[in-house]
């Protein structure tokens, strides 16, 4: 009885949070103090740069609140994905709004078993995904989904805000401009073939041996459309956000620890104090190599790419990247 009435109590508070009542932001931490949160650190990504570890790494620090999902999106909506929306939420067949859906049926389940999700009690994560799910969407909205008052340095990691247009970071900057940037540089052939044996080959879809070449390059191809240049990126975002933290996907291969602790230091916490080992693999793609063909492809398609970040003198990786063509 009691449960029922919770879940009655929660879908009239749905439509008070669309229309945005702010009396209501509490409901994401059981705290009042929400609308003035903001994070305070931003991975951007891109996609297949350990943002999976590193999300892992920061999820159970101490000094460190994360919600309860990776990849908030919020700053995807209405350029990478469509705009925010009951219809949307409930209708739309695309890729992000089907796993919203995911995420409100594994969410409903768990808190009918009570069943905790990971640092959260089953109310408190339900609460959460309610207000992630069907709050209006806004940046005081953004602000209600970290938690308040607790001296935690909050963020939100999202591989795909890598890719946003310049005029969302504007605003973005706006109403966050002390938000600590963070962006994970991977060699871009080695990126795109990790995404594009992901989206082939992982979870059983297909064994890599069946994927044919013309497959391999369409897919790659389709990858490389969507592309944004390193150069060009990082160029966008440090005209709001200057301070902006440029780490390298090799380093992470050569020296975790180093690699996680000079992202710690960027953020002012201590590395020492993460639950995590930071050479623990996390997110383990297909991790079969590419074809000579295949390697030939991505090599035309990014060279220029490589080139223009090596002369940009921000790392001797990307020269490295080059030197192994």
Not at 71 to 86: D, K, Q
Not at 193 to 216: H, K, L, P, Y
Request: charged fraction near 25%; include cysteine; glycine fraction near 6%.
């Amino acid at each position: 009885m009691l449960l029922a009435k919770m879940l009655v109590f929660l879908g009239v508070k749905m439509v008070t949070l669309y229309f945005g009542d702010e009396r209501w932001l509490f409901l994401a931490s059981g705290k009042r103090g929400l609308m003035t949160r903001k994070p305070d650190f931003i991975c951007i990504g891109p996609e297949k740069t350990a943002t999976t570890w590193l999300f892992s790494m920061l999820e159970g620090h101490p000094q460190v609140w994360l919600p309860p999902y990776k990849e908030l999106r919020f700053l995807t909506e209405g350029n990478l994905v469509p705009e925010h929306s009951l219809k949307n939420l409930f209708f739309n067949p695309h890729w992000h709004y089907r796993g919203l859906r995911r995420i409100l049926v594994r969410n409903t389940v768990k808190m009918i078993l009570l069943k905790k999700t990971e640092g959260y009690g089953p109310f408190e994560t339900y609460a959460w995904v309610i207000r992630y799910l069907f709050g209006k969407h806004s940046f005081a909205w953004y602000a209600s989904l970290f938690r308040n008052g607790e001296a935690l340095l909050c963020g939100d990691i999202t591989p795909n805000y890598y890719h946003i247009p310049e005029a969302r970071i504007r605003e973005l900057h706006q109403h966050n401009p002390d938000t600590k940037i963070l962006l994970c540089v991977r060699n871009p052939m080695d990126r795109a073939w990790s995404n594009a044996t992901m989206i082939c080959c992982q979870g059983g879809r297909r064994d890599f041996e069946s994927v044919t070449e013309a497959e391999w390059v369409a897919t790659l191809d389709e990858l490389y459309d969507l592309w944004v240049p390193y150069d060009v990126v990082i160029k966008r975002w440090k005209k709001y956000f200057p301070d902006m933290f440029v780490c390298f996907f090799d380093q992470l291969k050569l020296e975790p620890e180093r690699f996680f602790g000079e992202i710690t230091d960027f953020l002012g916490i201590d590395p020492k104090l993460s639950r995590k080992v930071a050479g623990k693999v996390v997110g383990k793609g297909v991790g079969k190599p590419m074809p000579k063909r295949i390697k030939e492809h991505l090599q035309a398609q990014y060279v220029e790419d490589m080139r223009v970040l090596a002369e940009s003198n921000i790392s001797p990786y990307p020269e490295q990247w080059l030197q192994s063509m």
